[in-house]
């Protein structure tokens, strides 16, 4: 069975500063792991994925994730907020089927 | 950019009655999937598709629910009679299944859909 764990429902930061979304998975294999965003009324966006290869992956739009087995986390991070960054982001672990398993969501808010 | 793109965009329908909702997949895609969202709750995967096929579905799906790819660019959800709830946000996916190191040959990379919110009164 593969799980996700997002430790906070809700992260606001003041634009400019840096952004730390928590994720931690629990899978019986080497997993696949994925950040997901949701824009208001809008369909879901890969930002990035860890597929076994280097463990700090880049994304879309200065998002990175690093990923650490040892602690079995899967964070996402950003150096500066933008007011555009403001939505719902999901931290997904897929099995060797390709079923996702999402997490329950992090709302980030930007404070102007 | 090719999208995968769904309709009706709301639909709100009475207890009872059947919904179907669709979806037109990005063209050269293989695998096909449908997650749901209930208000305030995670997405959670329903079912996926491939060679005209369910390969695997969750609990949820019951036999409520059903499937198809009725003319090679759609793929629908039908729900024979609809729940109170079934009132959610529904996304269909879809990937190439070419690109990835999974069993089935993907990296779990779907392209998803806008969603269909389904209102049951």
């Known amino acids: 069975a593969q799980s996700v764990t997002q430790l906070d429902s809700h992260v606001s930061v003041s634009e400019g500063t840096p952004v730390l979304l928590r994720c931690n998975y629990s899978?019986?294999?080497?997993?696949?792991l994925f950040w997901y965003v949701q824009h208001p009324n809008k369909g879901l966006q890969l930002l990035l994925k860890?597929?076994?290869?280097?463990?700090l992956v880049k994304g879309i739009n200065g998002f990175e994730a690093e990923f650490k087995k040892s602690e079995t986390s899967f964070h996402l991070t950003k150096p500066s907020a933008h007011m555009s960054d403001a939505a719902e982001y999901f931290c997904?672990?897929?099995?060797?089927?390709?079923?996702?398993?999402f997490g329950t969501g992090t709302r980030l808010t930007i404070i102007p | 950019e090719p999208e995968v793109t769904q309709t009706p965009s709301h639909q709100v329908t009475q207890m009872g009655q059947e919904v179907i909702l669709r979806c037109v997949p990005i063209?050269?895609?293989?695998?096909f999937y449908w997650y749901r969202q209930i208000l305030g709750q995670k997405v959670e995967f329903l079912v996926s598709?491939?060679?005209?096929?369910?390969?695997?579905k969750s609990e949820i799906f019951d036999d409520q629910f059903s499937v198809e790819r009725p003319d090679g660019s759609n793929f629908t959800l039908k729900i024979r009679s609809t729940k109170l709830e079934d009132s959610a946000m529904y996304f269909c996916?879809?990937?190439?299944?070419?690109?990835?190191?999974?069993?089935?040959?993907?990296?779990?990379?779907?392209?998803f859909g806008e969603g269909s919110r389904l209102t049951v009164l």
């Open positions: 996916a879809s990937t190439d299944g070419k690109s990835g190191t999974g069993f089935w040959g993907n990296t779990g990379e779907l392209f």
């Open positions: 899978s019986s294999y080497s997993p696949s």
């Open positions: 860890y597929t076994s290869a280097a463990t």
């Open positions: 997904v672990v897929s099995d060797l089927r390709e079923k996702l398993t």
């Open positions: 063209s050269n895609h293989l695998y």
């Open positions: 598709f491939y060679n005209n096929e369910i390969s695997e």
